[in-house]
């Protein structure tokens, strides 16, 4: 059974996401400070945290930060704010999603099934050969989910390492950006495409030598992106 951590201020809501994701099956944990969230999600083995971004103590911001650079387990961010600019930050650091309240509480439940599926089928695997993709000095190994550049290896999140897989498996074909979505995040994209464009820049900063003449993902003005090859 799938434990998720909520960190979230508002007791209803955070009551009501407990009670849906439990008659889902989930065992869920609470916390409505983000320094004691923080501290039971640092110290403790969650499958999915859940975080608000406006929190007394540590934000969820730092919250996502701080998380990411111990685990690669699923986060969900959710915040009543709608700018673009806090999808932005979030899923830069490191965030797997973006809800925006108010929000239907089974599509909740459909966001955390959804990651925690492709999650734990990433970590069930026993594929026995390792799976590697080699063009032009970028490696990426798909059995071990680890990314090379010239030898040297490169941190991926676990969704920026799902995109760019995706896209080297289908060179030079052009996927809108609702397309890698679906795709990606097993999700529709319900017009908010602001995931796909951080993801592909965080990958960009990673595998490019340089950002602006990009080798491997190319931009299709109006349309998507393309893998080059």
């Given at each position: ?73 699923p ?10 600019i ?20 089974s599509?909740l ?44 290896e ?18 030079n ?23 796909v ?33």
């Amino acid at each position: 059974m799938s434990k998720v951590l909520i960190i979230e201020d508002e007791v209803a809501i955070a009551d009501l996401e407990k009670d849906y994701l439990e008659l889902s099956g989930f065992t869920v944990e609470i916390e409505n400070d983000g320094n004691k969230g923080l501290a039971r999600a640092l110290s403790e083995e969650f499958d999915m945290y859940i975080l608000d971004l406006m929190l007394p103590g540590v934000d969820g911001f730092e919250i996502c930060k701080r998380i990411r650079e111990a685990k690669n387990t699923p986060i969900l961010m959710v915040s009543a704010k709608k700018d673009d600019i806090d999808k932005i930050r979030g899923l830069g650091l490191g965030a797997d999603d973006y809800i925006t309240k108010p929000f239907s509480p089974s599509e909740l439940v459909a966001r955390v099934k959804a990651h925690l599926s492709r999650y734990e089928r990433l970590i069930n695997s026993n594929v026995q050969d390792n799976d590697i993709i080699e063009i032009r000095g970028l490696k990426i190994d798909k059995t071990a989910r680890r990314v090379w550049v010239n030898d040297e290896e490169k941190q991926f999140t676990t969704k920026e390492f799902d995109l760019l897989a995706f896209l080297a498996q289908h060179p030079n074909r052009v996927f809108t950006k609702e397309e890698l979505f679906s795709k990606i995040w097993a999700l529709e994209s319900v017009g908010d495409i602001a995931t796909v464009t951080v993801h592909i820049k965080k990958i960009r900063e990673k595998i490019e030598y340089n950002t602006a003449k990009p080798r491997y993902i190319e931009t299709i003005w109006g349309v998507g992106y393309r893998f080059k090859v």
